[in-house]
């Protein structure tokens, strides 16, 4: 069992940044996979980024490709989503999600334990 715990939304003007951060109990977090999701009004949930269990594997949407960076330190627990050149549109309830048994995941199904939600928004 994973409980997670996201921090650090906030509101920021277009062109800055955020640092969201989940933090993870339990003493498997290393062996778990995660990801980035965020929710719009009105939209479905949105895959945004992936990291495997030992952080040497990531991938990413195209829509925050070379924007946001994932990584993680297992040692705390903790998964990070650093968010850079930040957009209206990227204005959402961010979640952070975990799986076990897999490198990385892209789709939400696949992920097993969710947080609660950070809200972000970015102003123009």
């Known amino acids: 069992q994973v409980q997670l715990v996201e921090s650090g939304g906030g509101l920021v003007q277009a062109g800055g940044s955020l640092r969201l951060s989940c933090a993870a109990s339990g003493r498997t977090f290393s062996s778990y996979a995660m990801g980035w999701f965020r929710q719009a009004p009105g939209k479905e949930r949105e895959f945004l980024a992936t990291?495997?269990?030992?952080?040497?594997?990531?991938s990413y949407a195209d829509s925050v490709k070379g924007r946001f960076t994932i990584s993680r330190d297992n040692a705390k627990n903790t998964v990070y989503l650093q968010m850079n050149s930040l957009k209206p549109e990227d204005t959402a309830v961010y979640s952070c999600?975990?799986?076990?048994?897999?490198?990385?995941?892209?789709?939400?199904?696949?992920?097993?334990?969710w947080g609660q939600g950070t809200q972000v928004t970015v102003s123009s």
């Open positions: 999600a975990a799986t076990p048994g897999k490198s990385w995941a892209t789709r939400a199904y696949e992920y097993h334990y």
């Open positions: 990291i495997s269990w030992s952080g040497g594997i990531t």
